[in-house]
């Protein structure tokens, strides 16, 4: 898998993501969960957005590394849970090829599992999602991204003809 493969992007800024956050937890405020596990790192602020909404004050979480963020075939599990899931809400920001999914999925069978954004390919393995996206599209959260100054377009502009 190369960086090639994605031919969109997404960019969601902190008020989409609290927006969409909120919309799935409308989707999950009837059931009542023992607690949340965050799949880090990407679950963590979603994971946390749910429990204010939910009024969950048990989170625990499961850390898994890819060895490369564009080639996730090698997993490491640095932490996980001592349950299967029962009652639990496992919540991850996105599914995409399914092979961190698979791997939780098989750690915590018994949990419902919750995605913001869910990809073609990964989707079968969450119980629930807010919105699809193309599998070839980058989503960029804004965790990964950073505010910086950009000069006005005439100073732009003309430093481009000088």
């Known amino acids: 898998m190369s960086a090639n493969r994605y031919q969109q992007h997404f960019t969601v800024s902190w008020d989409q993501l609290h927006r969409d956050v909120r919309a799935l937890c409308h989707k999950l405020v009837e059931r009542d969960f023992r607690g949340i596990v965050a799949i880090t790192r990407g679950g963590l ?3 946390a957005l749910i429990a204010r909404e939910l ?4 989170i625990d979480t499961v850390c898994i590394k890819s060895y490369d963020h564009m080639d996730q075939s090698g997993l490491e599990v640095m932490k996980g849970v001592d349950h299967d899931g029962d009652g639990w809400l496992l919540v991850d920001d996105l599914v995409d ?10 750690m915590l069978p018994k949990a ?3 995605t913001v954004y869910a990809k073609p390919e990964g989707r079968p393995l969450v119980d ?3 919105t699809e996206v193309a599998q070839d599209c980058w989503i960029q959260f804004p965790w990964d991204m950073g505010i910086a100054y950009v000069e006005p377009l ?5 430093n481009q003809t000088s």
């Open 128 to 130: 629930q999602y807010l």
């Open 112 to 114: 419902h599992f919750v």
């Open 97 to 106: 090829t399914g092979k961190t999914a698979r791997a939780v999925r098989d």
């Open 154 to 158: 005439v100073d732009q502009v003309r």
């Open 55 to 58: 009024n969950v004050r048990l």
């Open 45 to 47: 602020i979603p994971a």
